[in-house]
């Protein structure tokens, strides 16, 4: 029998109910649209990256409380530093502010922090931080947050090749030994399943180089409302819209 659970989504006691037993294992989402929200508000784009923190604890705290596997979180992309230096900059010190502020209570709330993406190439401070975050929360068995951070999925996927090309030239792995199931363990998400859910906020229908290869059967939830304004409301409707949907992997049923 499904185990249905309503959840009380905001204050005015809107109810959603969502069945317990078909919960994503692994959500992804590209938190997109701070700058807009600030634009609106006529602030400055780095109080909508601010903003965008707000958004992002409710969204760690709903899905810990939900017994969600693993969430995976877009924050800086390979192509984000084409943006201007002061921006960039702003977004690292927000990440070294958020993690030395948040981690004791995501490791009371037993989250594990990790990170995908090329961390070398951060600033010396935001690679430390995320050192001690990593370090602490390690053996926690709760909710897995992966932070996408200097991430590309072209730019992982050509990591990978190097990766295994290497360890066939020091005769560690035959070609032949190279399946999806192989190639999967050489990418950032390691032993993450692949999510089953995406979700895009702020109207912009596209992936912008996020997952690519573990996307490949995820169901895709967009909306128009941008990351900030992101509740837990949302997360809920997502997962009930996710729970609506035929999933066939290919096949027929
Ligand atoms: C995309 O919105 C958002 C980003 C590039 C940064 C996301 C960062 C945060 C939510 C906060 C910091 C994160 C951590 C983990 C501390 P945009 O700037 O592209 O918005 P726009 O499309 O409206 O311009």
Request: a positive charge; glycine letters at 6%; one cysteine or more.
């Given at each position: 029998m499904k185990t249905i659970k309503k959840i009380f989504a905001s204050k005015e006691e809107e109810t959603i109910q969502l069945d317990?037993?078909?919960?994503?294992?692994?959500?992804?989402?590209?938190?997109?649209?701070?700058?807009?929200?600030?634009?609106?508000?006529?602030?400055?784009?780095?109080?909508?990256?601010?903003?965008?923190?707000?958004?992002?604890?409710?969204?760690?705290?709903?899905?810990?409380?939900?017994?969600?596997?693993?969430?995976?979180?877009?924050?800086?992309?390979?192509?984000?530093?084409?943006?201007?230096?002061?921006?960039?900059?702003?977004?690292?010190?927000?990440?070294?502010?958020?993690?030395?502020?948040?981690?004791?209570?995501?490791?009371?709330?037993?989250?594990?922090?990790?990170?995908?993406?090329?961390?070398?190439q951060l600033p010396e401070e935001a690679i430390s931080q995320i050192g001690k975050a990593v370090d602490l929360t390690k053996n926690?068995?709760?909710?897995?947050?992966?932070?996408?951070?200097?991430?590309?999925?072209?730019?992982?996927?050509?990591?990978?090749?190097?990766?295994?090309?290497?360890?066939?030239?020091?005769?560690?792995?035959?070609?032949?030994?190279?399946?999806?199931?192989?190639?999967?363990?050489?990418?950032?998400?390691?032993?993450?399943?692949?999510?089953?859910?995406?979700?895009?906020?702020?109207?912009?229908?596209?992936?912008?180089?996020?997952?690519?290869?573990?996307?490949?059967?995820?169901?895709?939830?967009?909306?128009?409302?941008?990351?900030?304004?992101?509740?837990?409301?949302?997360?809920?409707?997502?997962?009930?819209?996710?729970?609506?949907?035929?999933?066939?992997?290919?096949?027929?049923?």
């Amino acid at each position: 029998m499904k185990t249905i659970k309503k959840i009380f989504a905001s204050k005015e006691e809107e109810t959603i109910q969502l069945d317990m037993e078909n919960l994503p294992r692994h959500i992804a989402i590209i938190m997109d649209g701070n700058g807009r929200w600030a634009k609106k508000r006529g602030l400055p784009r780095t109080a909508g990256h601010k903003a965008g923190i707000e958004a992002l604890r409710e969204v760690i705290k709903a899905s810990s409380e939900l017994k969600i596997g693993f969430l995976t979180l877009y924050a800086f992309s390979t192509e984000n530093w084409k943006r201007p230096k002061e921006e960039v900059s702003a977004l690292m010190k927000l990440l070294v502010y958020y993690l030395q502020k948040e981690v004791k209570e995501l490791h009371k709330n037993n989250v594990r922090i990790r990170t995908i993406g090329n961390i070398g190439q951060l600033p010396e401070e935001a690679i430390s931080q995320i050192g001690k975050a990593v370090d602490l929360t390690k053996n926690n068995k709760g909710l897995t947050v992966n932070i996408a951070l200097n991430y590309g999925g072209r730019d992982e996927i050509i990591r990978a090749v190097r990766n295994i090309c290497k360890e066939n030239i020091e005769g560690n792995i035959c070609i032949e030994n190279i399946d999806e199931e192989k190639f999967s363990t050489y990418l950032d998400t390691g032993d993450s399943p692949d999510p089953d859910l995406l979700i895009r906020p702020s109207g912009e229908l596209r992936t912008s180089n996020f997952l690519l290869w573990q996307l490949a059967y995820a169901e895709f939830w967009f909306s128009n409302i941008y990351w900030p304004d992101f509740n837990k409301k949302h997360l809920y409707t997502a997962i009930k819209d996710y729970q609506m949907r035929h999933r066939r992997f290919g096949g027929l049923k």
